[in-house]
């Protein structure tokens, strides 16, 4: 399977007799969702703000919106107790360009495959200055269950326009 396997894995869909191949790094997730993977796309949004400006924009919000732990418990005839921790990452590149990925961590861990450190890659984002005052921003996000409202507050934050952090589960 490809980037779909991660997500529903991400989602606790994943029936543990299905053979998973889990992207190990943010090369891999990008590969597999530029080949089309399903339930993850590949789209470019160009932002008519400086590169400067949209790396602080994302910086800004990405640690309070999505570094994270979600917490959940539940009676299925014994309290079951769960997380989800989320750890977005975002590093230059070089004066012109920055990566930004997002991963989870769910506890326990479900069979299967084994994540790679930090967990799950769910986005990966490239920004790359293209004019003095424009940057292009290419999403790797998923287009599936709540985690498919990522994306869209990303670019607002990168076009300066929201600052509304999506809610994880």
């Keep these: 399977m490809t980037a779909l396997a991660t997500l529903a894995a991400a989602l606790l869909i994943a029936s ?25 796309k590949m789209e470019t949004h160009m932002v008519d703000r400086p590169f400067e400006e949209v790396y602080q924009a994302v910086e800004a919000r990405s640690t309070p919106c999505l570094d994270i732990t979600v917490k959940r418990s539940a009676n299925v005839g014994y309290w079951e107790r769960s997380s989800s921790d989320y750890t977005p990452t975002l590093r230059r590149l070089g004066r012109d360009r920055a990566e930004f990925t997002l991963q989870v961590a769910h506890n326990p861990r479900g069979v299967g495959a084994t994540p790679p450190p930090g967990g799950l890659y769910l986005m990966v984002a490239d920004l790359k200055r293209v004019g003095a005052s424009r940057t292009e921003v290419v999403l790797y996000s998923p287009t599936i269950g709540a985690f498919k409202r990522i994306p869209a507050s990303f670019v607002q934050w990168a076009e300066g326009s929201g600052t509304d952090c999506p809610k994880l589960r």
Excluded: M
């Design 16 to 40: 543990p007799l299905v053979a998973i191949d889990v992207p190990q790094n943010p090369e891999e997730f990008r590969t597999e969702v530029a080949k089309g993977a399903r339930g993850a």
